[in-house]
């Protein structure tokens, strides 16, 4: 925490308050760096806190008293000392003055330049206090008058009526336009709808599918208000030097819809693009992925193996790590060392040494594992068997009495089970495996647009499946889809299957093995998903 904050900054005062956390710090550092701005306007930016707590903090900070204005403490004429212009400029107004000592309330008591124009025109020694900006505003305007009544937003389009058009640009905030190109998104059903800097204008555009088209015009004077205004609604968060992201939610029609706002910074400002998010939560555990009493015994016999290879699989290979880490977060880990031979997985409850490998070189587990055995761990996490080099050598710990964790990168469990079936020839070699668990993500159709009917293609066995169809509706962003479901197989190797690898011609006649043993669950219950209308087959559009 020292390394990151110096006693008696900023950023030390508003951790100690609890108004930001470490982790807010290593943010604003990282959002100053790329723009060159303040530590406290860094935070502001990204929605960490608001301007009124960075008052605050200075005020702290640099022992400034900490006002809050109201019209009754100002003298008029001590504001006639200074010139609405100036006051403007430098964003502070005269409180009082006492002899040749001038009071002020300055929003940056730290900008000499600001306090030295004051002192040359007023011909006082200024003494300053730091204010709300937003009152700081309302004081300027009742003493100063309005800056300009005539002042607007800046949106210019021909899609909106000329009384909602009045509105929004009434609002220079923003905050009034962004509500109104959310409706507009929902009620016209476009997938997206972005705000293109170009330069002198922001151009807003609205996309329906692969049509695209320009739905009006945006001044650029107000596009950084409308910008903060936005950071600050969804809590958006870097991912890169370039790029970041966040979520707001919206009411429509009595329905809470989440958007998704990502942010690339251009030349000329950042380019905005909105779309709605239908978040998917995935498992908190594997428990929740195992359907019925076999899967769950299946999985506790895994979760007990004090040895062999585990095999994990998803289409995702994201999805694949977080497998392998609900599996760590489950099993028995105390007394145990664990190594993790990747950069993709150990991001679950528990933590343990990771060691880089290039995920992209055949045969690398084979130069890599036997530097890594000899740190003797208990548990070996390999992300991804690239070839059966790798898995060779994820057998050589096996026999030193390892538990190997491994990621292979197939489609579906018949891709698990083809890799398998090019070791068929070495028994041996899968008389290490103790199981395969295997993720697969499906679609479920949106319950307020979608309507099912009977097709008879017979691709689903003997009984007539289903076939989800919708035209899309606001509510599940014009896709049709209510969101994704997981699915998953846990499956044993048991002596059964092993001599069915043997006998097989192919991974399909393993499959069916597999289902005549009561495993392949998954398959089963995707079927029986379909049959009720509540997943989408694969192969159909919703």
């Known amino acids: 925490m020292e390394s990151l904050v110096k006693d008696g900054s900023l950023g030390s005062v508003l951790i100690r308050s609890q108004i930001i956390t470490e982790e807010d710090i290593k943010s604003a550092l990282e959002e100053q760096k790329r723009n060159g701005c303040r530590f406290g306007e860094a935070l502001v930016r990204l929605g960490i806190v608001t301007r009124e707590d960075i008052d605050w903090a200075l005020s702290t900070q640099l022992n400034i008293p900490y006002v809050r204005l109201k019209p009754e403490m100002i003298d008029r004429n001590a504001v006639q000392l200074v010139p609405a212009s100036l006051a403007r400029k430098y964003n502070l107004i005269p409180l009082f003055r006492n002899g040749d000592e001038l009071s002020i309330a300055l929003a940056d008591p730290l900008d000499r330049s600001a306090i030295g124009a004051v002192e040359q025109v007023s011909g006082c020694r200024v003494t300053p206090s730091i204010p709300v900006m937003r ?62 800097p170009l330069g002198e204008v922001v151009a807003v555009i609205g996309r329906q599918g692969d049509v695209s088209r320009e739905i009006g015009r945006l001044a650029t004077d107000n596009y950084p208000v409308l910008l903060m205004h936005m950071v600050r609604l969804g809590r958006m968060k870097p991912e890169t030097d370039i790029s970041a992201r966040g979520n707001l939610n919206f009411q429509y029609d009595g329905q809470n819809v989440s958007f998704q706002i990502l942010s690339l910074k251009g030349r000329y400002g950042d380019y905005i693009t909105l779309k709605i998010h239908n978040p998917v939560r995935f498992p908190a555990s594997i428990g929740e992925l195992a359907a019925g009493e076999d899967m769950h015994r299946f999985l506790r016999e895994m979760l007990s193996a004090p040895d062999g290879i585990v095999l994990f699989n998803s289409a995702a290979r994201d999805d694949c790590f977080r497998l392998i880490d609900l599996y ?5 880990t105390s007394n145990k060392t664990v190594m993790i031979l990747g950069d993709g997985t150990g991001k679950g409850k528990k933590r343990f040494p990771c060691v880089s490998a290039r995920k992209s070189a055949r045969g690398e587990m084979r130069a890599v594992l036997p530097a890594v055995l000899e740190h003797d761990p208990d548990i070996l996490v390999i992300e991804d068997l690239a070839d059966s080099s790798d898995f060779i050598a994820a057998t050589r710990a096996v026999r030193r009495g390892k538990l190997v964790l491994c990621g292979i990168s197939c489609g579906d469990m018949l891709g698990v089970l083809q890799y398998l079936m090019r070791l068929k020839e070495n028994i041996a070699l899968l008389s290490n495996v103790k199981g395969i668990i295997s993720l ?33 509706c606001p509510l599940c962003g014009n896709t049709g889809f209510s969101g994704e479901k997981f699915l998953a197989d846990i499956v044993p190797l ?13 991974a399909e006649e393993v499959l069916r093995h597999m289902e005549e043993e009561g495993c392949g669950a998954m398959l089963y219950e995707s079927d029986c998903l379909v049959r009720a209308g509540q997943i989408v087959p694969e192969g159909c559009d919703a």
Do not use: W
Request: glycine content about 6%.
């Open 135 to 196: 009152e700081l505003r309302e004081m300027q305007d009742l003493f100063y008058g309005a800056e300009n009544p005539a002042k607007i937003f800046g949106f210019s389009t021909s899609f909106f009526p000329a009384k909602i058009l009045e509105s929004i640009n009434k609002d220079i905030s923003g905050a009034r336009f962004l509500d109104y190109m959310l409706l507009y998104v929902l009620k016209n059903k476009l997938s997206s709808l972005s705000l293109q």
């Open 328 to 332: 760590l977060d489950e099993y028995e």
């Open 440 to 472: 697969r993500t499906v679609r479920m159709p949106c319950p307020h647009c979608s309507r099912t009917e009977v097709y008879l293609d017979g691709s689903y066995g003997s009984s007539s499946p289903v076939k989800n169809s919708s035209r899309g």
């Open 494 to 506: 048991t002596s059964e299957l092993r001599n069915a690898f043997s006998s097989a011609a192919d």
